[in-house]
């Protein structure tokens, strides 16, 4: 029920924000779409990558970071690429990312009752 009323907020407000041109807003839009199961909305947070690691002093700078924070913690990535402050545009992280993505984004589903994506098993084809 939780999740339904989440995602009827995420559609009102991605549908009242949809011309705005801010990469952060743009992200953290695309990371609730994220986490109410849009796998697309990955590669948004993706192609708004910031162009430099985003500075964080105590609680400053974190919002700015939330988009990627929710995308490391939704997709079952390696635990070796979480560290989000290396996540830019232009760095091996964000090729290793997409390169995951494309590999693995016709398998991942939603499960709403973690609240993350899973890697469904491989159907193997049966052939006489």
């Known amino acids: 029920m939780i999740f339904m009323a989440f995602r009827d907020h995420v559609l009102r407000l991605s549908n009242e924000w949809s011309e705005e041109t801010d990469p952060y807003l743009i992200s953290l839009l695309a990371a609730e779409r994220l986490l109410s199961g849009e796998i697309a909305a990955a ?22 970071m939330s988009a990627l924070y929710a995308m490391s913690v939704a997709l079952p990535i390696p ?16 090729h290793n990312l997409q390169a995951w993505l ?27």
């Open 102 to 128: 494309r590999k693995h984004a016709d398998r991942l589903q939603w499960k709403e009752e973690e609240g993350c994506y899973r890697i469904a098993a491989e159907r193997k084809e049966n052939r006489p």
């Open 79 to 94: 635990d070796e690429w979480r560290d989000t402050p290396g996540w830019v545009r232009g760095s091996d992280m964000e």
């Open 43 to 64: 590669e948004t947070i993706l192609a708004h990558l910031p162009s430099a690691p985003v500075v964080r002093d105590h609680c400053a700078g974190f919002c700015r």
